[in-house]
């Protein structure tokens, strides 16, 4: 069966402090990969998605990069964090399209 | 542009009557449309989906409805449980061929009360 990690589960950085949050996904090949992010009280804003190795396609312009080293990983980062990128982000996976199913979340607070 | 909308932030039911859950999309390329649950400080997980060229799905007490004409899908709980309290999401896939996104809607919190 397929299982989808991430980690750490939460994390508090300062402002201007480097980011990076690791996601991989056992149990299925080639998989679709994308990071989301729910900030508060809004819904889920989809940033990056992947459909290979080393291809990433951006949503939004923001503070944030992804990067996809192997093809059951996938990688958030940024260099400087902001206040605005607190929140809670989500990887996810998709084979079929028809369906995606995601992780367990991060928790990041920027103080 | 919001392409997905959850109108309700928030909605309170009695435990045992029907909960409703309301979205509207303005994207007639939209082909696929899916129903995520949410519990605090978790993933969301799949609950019940409908291909555009149907306009109804039951999977026992959850059921969707798609109008397509007016853009509009509904979730409906019945009856419903206090497990049933979390974040609803509605989504609606209609991407690039090759990487199918699905687009959320800004969530509905459903409260189920004794």
């Known amino acids: 069966s397929q299982t989808i990690h991430q980690w750490p589960a939460t994390l508090v950085q300062p402002v201007g402090s480097p980011l990076s949050l690791e996601c991989t996904v056992e149990g299925t090949s080639n998989p679709n990969l994308y990071w989301y992010r729910q900030a508060a009280g809004r819904g889920l804003q989809l940033l990056f998605y992947s459909v290979g190795i080393g291809q990433i396609s951006s949503e939004v312009p923001q503070n944030l990069s992804a990067s996809r080293p192997q093809d059951r990983q996938f990688i958030l980062s940024s260099k400087k964090l902001l206040l605005s990128d607190s929140g809670f982000y989500l990887c996810?996976?998709?084979?079929?399209?028809?369906?995606?199913?995601f992780g367990p979340g991060t928790r990041l607070t920027v103080l | 542009d919001q392409q997905v909308k959850q109108n309700s932030p928030s909605l309170s039911v009695q435990e045992g009557r029907i909960s409703i859950l309301n979205c509207d999309y303005t994207n007639s390329m939209f082909d696929y449309f899916l129903w995520y649950k949410k519990y605090p400080a978790e993933g969301p997980t799949f609950l019940i989906s409908?291909?555009?060229?149907?306009d109804k799905n039951e999977d026992g007490r959850f059921t969707v409805f798609l109008n397509k004409s007016a853009k509009h899908l509904s979730l409906h709980i019945v009856p419903s449980q206090p497990g049933d309290s979390a974040v609803y999401f509605c989504a609606a896939r209609g991407g690039i061929q090759g990487a199918q996104k699905l687009v959320f809607g800004q969530g509905t919190r459903l409260t189920i009360n004794p």
């Open positions: 996810a996976w998709s084979v079929s399209g028809t369906l995606m199913f």
């Open positions: 409908i291909s555009s060229i149907k």
